[in-house]
């Protein structure tokens, strides 16, 4: 878990970016190679037109494809008492271990009240999620791989271990952003210096970006406002 954790100040700016642009924040850095940290186009957000969330990971697996017994069923009620341990506010990470397609949903709007009450913005999950007009009109974000129609065997299987989602690995305790575009991983170590690098990368771009628009657009001037002027 981080030992230090970020303000409400500090969440607000990271919430004013993007998913992308937050992205490219992190490259700017180069903590971490650039294929790496964010989820696959198989992550499909629910809501896009909800903003930004920002939220520390509640991680734990599940399962729906056969019933739970013993050490497949953890408790739900230790799995609260752990989601309460997470700092706030919480993004519920969960991976389906049922691999080749979800079978059931871990997710509708009984699930999505109690992750509410319990300091979650919202989800980022392999599975399946459903009830999305009611999850919707609660304000509470679902990134998954599709709406799905039943709950089958759903079972928790384990909770606070590292997932993976959709090629984004996940640690309890992650800095998780997430919006339309997906979710991606905020390196504590830079996650304060975030927010500036991201205004840097969007002055830079709007260089490029009004040359185009301009009027007596040329290649010449092009290169000059994308830094590339004299090179081959």
């Not at 009620?77 to 519920?92: F, K, M, Q, V």
């Not at 991983?185 to 628009?213: L, N, T, Y």
């Amino acid at each position: 878990m981080p030992q230090d954790i970020l303000t409400e100040a500090e969440l607000a700016a990271l919430r004013e970016f993007d998913s992308p642009t937050i992205s490219n924040a992190i490259e700017t850095f180069d903590v971490r190679p650039r294929n790496v940290g964010f989820s696959g186009p198989e992550l499909q957000c629910m809501f896009p037109e909800f903003p930004p969330m920002v939220g520390y990971a509640a991680t734990s697996t599940i399962q729906a494809n056969q019933p739970g017994a013993g050490a497949r069923n953890a408790s739900r009620s230790e799995y609260w008492d752990y989601i309460l341990s997470t700092p706030a506010p919480r993004i519920a990470v969960i991976q389906d271990l049922d691999h080749t397609r979800a079978v059931g949903s871990f997710w509708g709007e009984v699930n999505s009240n109690i992750h509410k009450a319990l300091g979650c913005l919202g989800t980022v999950t392999d599975g399946g999620v459903r009830d999305l007009d009611e999850v919707r009109s609660l304000g509470f974000q679902m990134l998954a791989a599709y709406p799905i129609v039943s709950h089958a065997y759903i079972h928790l299987v384990d909770f606070g271990t590292p997932v993976e989602i959709f090629g984004m690995h996940v640690n309890p305790g992650d800095l998780v952003h997430a919006d339309k575009h997906g979710a991606i991983v905020i390196p504590h170590e830079i996650a304060r210096d975030i927010p500036a690098a991201a205004r840097g990368v969007i002055e830079r771009e709007s260089v490029i970006i009004e040359c185009c628009k301009s009027p007596d657009f040329s290649v010449e001037k092009l290169r000059q406002a994308s830094g590339l002027y004299g090179r081959k």
